[in-house]
């Protein structure tokens, strides 16, 4: 009988941005547990952005640059330790280092910036069906319930209404489709109106589901056929995410070369505002060593 996975909650997220801090610079996370003890890359990203954002005051995120070294074990907590590289008259800047066991699972720079008046303009969102018109994550995948214990239809901590094929059920069509996924998402229950929680969970969602436009063109999904990684992600915050309502976001995969497949992505408040874009790179290929 196959092992049900761990049900993961909104409120363990939360808990687990919690950091606990040990002085200044050094701060320690616990982790959540999910398939194989993984750590998922947009949860630790998360994590390192929420300790970078803990030795600033004053000023919000408006980028991340996150490079996935190692992977890590979810049972056991994970050590950030937070450089201050450049506190000027509008940008700060952290580096942030996520070790376990002496390790470098993580290395990235976060980047913040107070407010400025100046030129506004953006992109415009895609037009897409409102969300309470599109099924949730589980019933879109009801024919997949007895994979994995129930992976598919599983409690999440996050509400996803993909409007095009998820990448589980794009590797089952007869005809690939392009590589590109729409989709609503909000928090699975309420989370505190707090613009830095805000912006880590936007990067929780884009490192655990950018991927997955990559994954579409090559026929696969987060749990295979074949391995795959996160090498980096970065992230550029426009405005607060508004997590009281739904977040439109869009993905696509412009490249898939040696072995590595590139994804890019745009989240828009419900009003249309442009919340954040970003960009990862994922590895697939045989599982190595180093």
């Known amino acids: 009988m196959t092992t049900p996975p761990p049900v ?14 040990v002085n200044a610079e050094f701060f320690v996370g616990e982790q959540i547990d999910e398939i194989a003890h993984h750590i998922s890359g947009g949860h630790i990203a998360a994590q390192a952005l929420m300790a970078a954002s803990r030795t600033v005051t004053g000023r919000l995120p408006h ?13 056991q907590p994970v050590d950030f330790e937070v450089t201050a590289l450049h506190d000027g ?3 700060s800047a952290r580096r942030v280092t996520a070790r376990q066991f002496g390790s470098v699972l993580l290395e990235g720079v976060a980047s913040f910036s107070k407010t400025v008046d100046n030129v506004v303009y953006q992109q415009l969102p895609p037009d897409l069906p409102e969300p309470e018109s599109v099924p949730g994550f589980a019933q879109q995948h009801s024919d997949y319930a007895d ?3 129930g992976w598919w239809v599983r409690e999440q901590p996050i509400d996803y209404r993909y409007v095009d094929p998820s990448a589980r059920i794009a590797a089952d069509l007869a005809d690939a489709p392009p590589a590109a996924i729409r989709m609503w998402w909000r928090p699975n229950g309420i989370a505190p109106a707090d613009p830095v929680i805000a912006d880590c969970l936007a990067a929780f969602v884009a490192g ?3 991927l997955e436009s990559a994954m579409v063109a090559r026929r696969t999904t987060p749990l295979g056929p074949g391995f795959s990684a996160l090498m980096d992600l970065a992230m550029w915050f426009h405005h607060p995410p508004d997590l009281s309502d739904w977040l439109l ?4 995969s412009p490249s898939g070369i040696g072995g590595r497949g590139l994804s890019q992505g745009t989240m828009f408040n419900r009003n249309g505002q442009l919340v954040c874009t970003m960009t990862l790179e994922c590895y697939f290929g045989g599982r190595a060593s180093g």
């Not at 991340?64 to 074990?73: K, T």
């Open 8 to 21: 993961i909650t909104l409120s363990q997220v939360l808990d687990s941005l919690d950091l606990q801090q």
């Open 63 to 75: 980028s991340m640059h996150m490079y996935f070294l190692r992977a890590g074990d979810a049972r």
């Open 89 to 91: 008259g509008t940008f």
């Open 147 to 149: 994979e994995l214990g």
């Open 208 to 210: 655990r589901t950018l």
């Open 249 to 252: 976001y869009e993905q696509h």
